[in-house]
C-alpha cells in the first residue's frame, strides 16, 4: 500500500488481471481437465462479440456411452480405437449451447481444430479461433481445416501466453 504525505492511502489501479483472451483460454485449460483421454485432454470456450461465455466442451465420449465401456487406445483395430466414437471438445461446446445462433462467436480452444470440427466451426457462423497447441499441424486434417477457414473467412490466431502458468486460489 502507498500512503501520500497526510496518511492518506493512495489507492492504485490493479493491473494484474488476466485479458480476455487469458481468461476463455483458462476456461477452455480447465474444461479440458474435465476429459477422461490420457493422452490428449482438449477444452473449448465459445465466446460473443460482447465477451460473454455461450458455452464451453471438451473432449469426451456420447452420452450414454460410458467412459468406462469404450476405447481410449490409439492404435489397433479401428473399431477398438477412440478415434470412431469420442466427440471433440469443439464439436460438444457447439451442440452443449442452447441458446439459438453462433453468428460471430469465436471459439477458444487448446488444440487446433480438426476438419470436421472445423466443418461444424464454419456451418455454425463462427469466425474466429484462437487455438492453443497445433501439434498435429503436418496433418492433412489439420491443413484441410486451415484451407477451409481461408476460404471461408474464418480468421485463426495462436494464443501467446503471457506466463505459462495459471493459477488457481481455491
Ligand atoms: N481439435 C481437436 C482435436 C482432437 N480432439 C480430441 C480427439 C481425441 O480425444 C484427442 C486426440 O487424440 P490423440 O490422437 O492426440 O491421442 O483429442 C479434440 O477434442 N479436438
Ligand atoms: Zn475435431
Not at 485449460?29 to 477444452?43: E, N
Request: with cysteine.
Amino acid at each position: 500500500m502507498f500512503f501520500d504525505p497526510e496518511g492518506k492511502e493512495i489507492r492504485m489501479k490493479r493491473t494484474d488481471y488476466l485479458s480476455w483472451d487469458q481468461y476463455f483460454m483458462g476456461v477452455a485449460l480447465l474444461s479440458a481437465q474435465r476429459s477422461k483421454d490420457d493422452h490428449t485432454q482438449v477444452g473449448a470456450c465459445l465466446v460473443n462479440d460482447q465477451n460473454k461465455i455461450l458455452s464451453v466442451g471438451y473432449n469426451g465420449m456420447p452420452t450414454g456411452c460410458h467412459d468406462d465401456d469404450m476405447p481410449w487406445e490409439r492404435e489397433g483395430e479401428p473399431l477398438d480405437t477412440k478415434y470412431f466414437y469420442v466427440c471433440h471438445a469443439e464439436l460438444n461446446a457447439i451442440l452443449n449451447y442452447g441458446g439459438g445462433s453462433l453468428y460471430g462467436a469465436r471459439v477458444y480452444v487448446t488444440l487446433f481444430p480438426c476438419n470436421e470440427c472445423a466443418k461444424a466451426i464454419i456451418q455454425s457462423g463462427m469466425k474466429e479461433v484462437i487455438y492453443m497447441q497445433d501439434k498435429y499441424a503436418d496433418d492433412d486434417m489439420t491443413v484441410a481445416s486451415k484451407r477451409m477457414f481461408d476460404m471461408a473467412g474464418v480468421k485463426y490466431r495462436k494464443f501467446e501466453p503471457k506466463d505459462q502458468t495459471i493459477e488457481l486460489h481455491l
